[in-house]
């Protein structure tokens, strides 16, 4: 039996353009089927796919309309269509004779899965639109720019350079709780996190450090010393060194040191650091107050270098300037075996201590209280204070007041 199927749009004396079709799964006996005509859709997709009923309502009839045949066949007023895909830019030109009704109501539902699929798609990008609009953004205070992790490693980690690692982290509770974790970890030395705000950060006596976000330097490094244990002391002194130096160089300011490694400017506090001893390593952290304003500082008798008028307020270059310089009296006093005699750095620390001379009241850890004249800082970096009786008194561990 020979299906021959007609469209609309052709005569019974005109034989129809042909394709070769399979009409019986079983036999795959070929048909004929027009070509259908497609057009662009308005719809960015193909316009209608109709089920089985709509693509061949046919009629059984006897027919010689094809040329060269006798044979019995089916007029009909509609053919049966390839499926289409559902991302098509074009539609067919329906064939069948439908109404107008039955032709709307195929094309709407003819892909609803993938109707499903585009609309929940939608509705996922205009909800995480919606959610990157209200999240904060680091560039909404122009005065404080958010810190480069990426062009931070350029610079910084280099062949034979002391630093390998730099992570920048947007908030964390303490770089030094981080750095100190990854140390035990077995984490090699030279790491380097920076938090662009810290929730938890401490100081000297447990002391809450706190700051805006990205309105300071939270920082952290990992050290690994193969010198002498004896000599770990300088390590906070050295550090203070590293970041007095910073400080004045780019801030051109009047920077100083105040026992051990408090930064003040004015005599009022701009930074400070931390040192903690880990398993084979020293953790150093320093928090450095850049832009903060008179209602943000933590304390009344703080600081920052916006406020003290310094010539460089951009973090970027202070941390990398630090992070230089910090690396280079670490691998100078590295290569004289920590001895800081040998590596100049006692004669640096005098040089940028603006306690030593200074009258002072020192709180000791057992609660006593020391007062007297700061002289000199010996040779494992603990003060010497000077009292009215002319007695050296060396002070590894205090809260130092300079008494005007």
Known sequence: MTLTIFSPKTSPSEPPK??????????????????????????????????????????????????????????SRAVFLPRACCFSTARAEPAWTASSIRWRRSSIFSCVPCRCIVVTLAIL?????????????????????????AALRRALVVPGALWGEIVVTAETGSTNADVAAAAR??????LVVVAERQTAGRGRLDRQWTSPPRAGLAVSVLLRPRTSPRW??????????????????????DAVLKWPNDVLIDNRKCAGILAEAVPDAVVLGIGLNVTLKESELPRPDATS?????????????????????????YERWSAAGGDPEASGLRQAYRLHCGTLGQR???????????????SDVDGTGRLVVTGPDGAATPVAAGDVVHVR
Not at 127 to 146: F, G, I, N
Not at 233 to 253: H, K, S
């Open 305 to 329: 270098l916006q406020l003290a008028g310094a010539a460089c307020t951009d973090r970027d270059p202070l941390l990398r300037t630090f992070l230089r310089t910090l690396a280079d009296r």
């Open 185 to 190: 970890a077995g984490a090699a030395e030279g």
């Open 18 to 75: 042909t394709v070769k079709s399979c009409a019986n799964t079983h036999t795959c006996r070929p048909s004929t089927v027009p070509y259908p005509v497609t057009t662009p859709s308005p719809y960015g997709r193909v316009a209608s796919r109709p089920n089985a009923t709509l693509r061949c309502r046919a009629s059984s009839s006897s027919s010689t309309n094809e040329p060269g045949s006798s044979s019995r066949s089916i007029r």
């Open 360 to 374: 002072v009241r020192i709180a000791l850890p057992d609660g006593a209280t020391l007062a007297g004249v700061a």
């Open 232 to 253: 770990y002391g300088w390590l906070p002194l050295l550090a203070g060194v590293a970041l007095v130096e910073t400080v004045r160089r780019l801030g051109e300011v």
């Open 125 to 149: 990008t205009a909800v995480k639109e919606y959610a990157d609009r209200m999240r904060p953004s680091p560039y909404t205070d122009l005065d404080r720019p958010p810190l480069s992790a």
